[in-house]
């Protein structure tokens, strides 16, 4: 059975993607810096029959991370694929930002993939190869007011998994991209909630997309999915866009 | 593809039921395999070649699978030979679901040396005949239940290599379409593309065999892609199926590069 480690696997896509390993029969470690919610997601899928256990992380702690996956390597004695999902979002522009958010945003959408990488990578590795997926951004490639910090992280994280992917190739572990826009379930879904008209919101972004609806959780999970299985065998280093070809077109 | 459904792949079902694929340069290499491979997830393959002898052969492959596979004589440079194609989908199957560019032509050759023949047949079998396709397609799906349309282009169409020319410039150009097609019929046709890189097909090998050093092109390709290793037909063919299914219900516009990680090397 494949074990498949999901950070910020505790709520919106996160969860999405591990209730999808684990009803395609994987094992799936749920973690998240929300210890109660974590375990929630893993309990219901245990009360399901299928696996799943729960890791408290925060993903900007070096230490945490590193002990989250001896911890696993102790427990099941391998590591088959890692998605990094935990992610924030602030809303300032490039001159309104603080130093503050910066830094948060930075720290855990950047910093928290990379320290995964980092001590995951080797894991996968010893297993004999495996799959690494990142969830970035359409806003990684295009911009949208407002969003300086998270644009800079997801930007950057694009090029991170390059770079993790032609390093480690040779050892069998993919690395690659997955790049959502608005869904139903990911930060978008919680941002719209608390709008003055979500409806209204949820609107609007769907009128700007191709595809003139949003995408949802299970689309974005099957994406990873994918990345994760042998259908997958030659891609390593790509961006795969989920976002109703939303990066395709220009605005007018 | 119905707006809003939601993917259902779970391992081991079948990603094309009832769907009706036509695949063009079908006879060998990516599109033989891609044909096996969809059928196997359920298609009846429409099987488009110049070659009849080798598109028979992919049909027979799949026949003896059970599936549901017709050979159609076509040479995509030509328009009405791919309205011809589309026509008979609909007249053999009564419905398209997938349209799979596959065909290509390959030849090399730096800018000056690179003769107007040369550059004609390229855009024509490379470019135009994707365009002449998805122009016949396109009503087609939206009349039906929508599309999907997975277009092949190659590492060379977003980054340069020496003695590509006309073949880069047509593979570039696929792209550019492809983001049209996802733009202006976003709801019912989504439009991706595959980009390969170095993949071990009788073309790549009439390609490399025809080099004075072929061996030593073939060791520093290994060497050089970060997988160390070619690709193979059927790696294609599944990101082809990714792309073509409700798997991908949600990716249109979009560039996947099948390359072992060498779009990603400098």
New interface residues.
């Given amino acids: 059975m494949r074990v498949v480690v999901v950070t910020g696997g505790a709520s919106g896509l996160g969860e999405a993607i591990a209730n999808r390993f684990a009803?395609?029969?994987d094992r799936v470690v749920v973690a998240d810096v929300d210890e109660l919610r974590a375990r929630q997601v893993a309990d219901n899928l245990t009360a399901a029959g299928l696996n799943a256990e729960s890791e408290t992380v925060d993903v900007t702690s070096e230490g945490e991370v590193a002990a989250m996956f001896d911890s696993i390597a102790e427990r099941h004695g391998r590591l088959d694929a890692l998605v990094c999902s935990a992610a924030i979002e602030t809303r300032s522009s490039v001159v309104d930002c603080t130093d503050e958010d910066w830094q948060q945003v930075l720290d855990v959408n950047l910093k928290g993939p990379f320290l995964c990488c980092k001590h995951g990578l080797p894991a996968i590795a010893n297993t004999g190869g495996g799959a690494v997926v990142l969830l970035g951004s359409v806003l990684g490639a295009i911009a949208s007011p407002g969003y300086a910090a998270y644009c800079a992280s997801k930007g950057a994280l694009a090029n991170l998994a390059?770079q993790a992917?032609?390093e480690h190739?040779?050892e069998?572990v993919?690395v690659n991209v997955v790049s959502p826009s608005a869904t139903d379930t990911g930060l978008f879904a919680r941002v719209a909630a608390r709008s003055d008209d979500p409806g209204r919101m949820l609107q609007m972004v769907s009128a700007n997309?191709?595809?003139?609806?949003l995408?949802?959780g299970?689309?974005?999970a099957?994406?990873v999915?994918?990345l994760c299985s042998?259908?997958?065998?030659?891609?390593?280093?790509?961006i795969?866009?989920?976002?109703?070809?939303m990066?395709?077109?220009r605005t007018v | 593809m119905a707006?809003?459904s939601?993917?259902n792949?779970?391992?081991g079902r079948q990603q094309l039921a009832g769907k009706v694929a036509l695949i063009t340069g079908a006879a060998s290499g990516q599109g033989a395999a891609a044909a096996q491979l969809f059928s196997q997830h359920g298609a009846a393959i429409v099987v488009v070649d110049v070659n009849d002898d080798g598109a028979r052969e992919t049909v027979d492959r799949v026949a003896r699978d059970g599936g549901r596979a017709t050979a159609v004589h076509g040479d995509v440079s030509i328009r009405r030979e791919c309205d011809a194609m589309v026509a008979a989908a609909i007249e053999t199957y009564g419905r398209l679901d997938v349209l799979y560019n596959n065909a290509a032509i390959q030849m090399s050759g730096r800018l000056v040396d690179t003769t107007e023949e040369m550059w004609d047949i390229t855009i024509a079998t490379n470019l135009s005949a994707i365009f002449w396709a998805c122009r016949a397609a396109i009503p087609v799906m939206l009349a039906g239940e929508g599309g999907t349309i997975v277009n092949t282009s190659s590492t060379l169409g977003q980054q340069g290599s020496e003695g590509y020319a006309a073949y880069g410039a047509a593979k570039a150009g696929l792209i550019a379409l492809t983001?049209q097609i996802?733009?202006?019929y976003?709801?019912r046709v989504?439009a991706n593309v595959i980009a390969p890189?170095s993949i071990d097909t009788p073309r790549f090998r009439k390609v490399t065999d025809s080099r004075d050093d072929a061996e030593r092109f073939l060791a520093m390709l290994e060497r050089t892609?970060?997988?160390?290793r070619l690709?193979?037909a059927d790696?294609?063919a599944?990101?082809a199926?990714?792309l073509a299914s409700?798997?991908?219900?949600?990716?249109?516009?979009?560039v996947?590069?099948?390359?072992?990680?060498l779009?990603?090397?400098r």
């Fill in positions: 009803s395609d029969g390059k992917a032609i190739a040779a069998h993919r997309t191709p595809m003139q609806r995408g949802t299970g689309e974005v099957a994406t999915a994918f042998s259908g997958a065998a030659f891609i390593s280093g790509a795969i866009p989920v976002d109703g070809a990066a395709a077109r | 707006a809003g939601e993917p792949d779970a391992r983001r996802a733009v202006e976003g709801p989504r890189g892609i970060p997988m160390h690709g193979v790696d294609v599944r990101v199926l990714f409700d798997a991908s219900a949600y990716t249109s516009g979009a996947i590069p099948c390359d072992g990680g779009a990603a090397f």
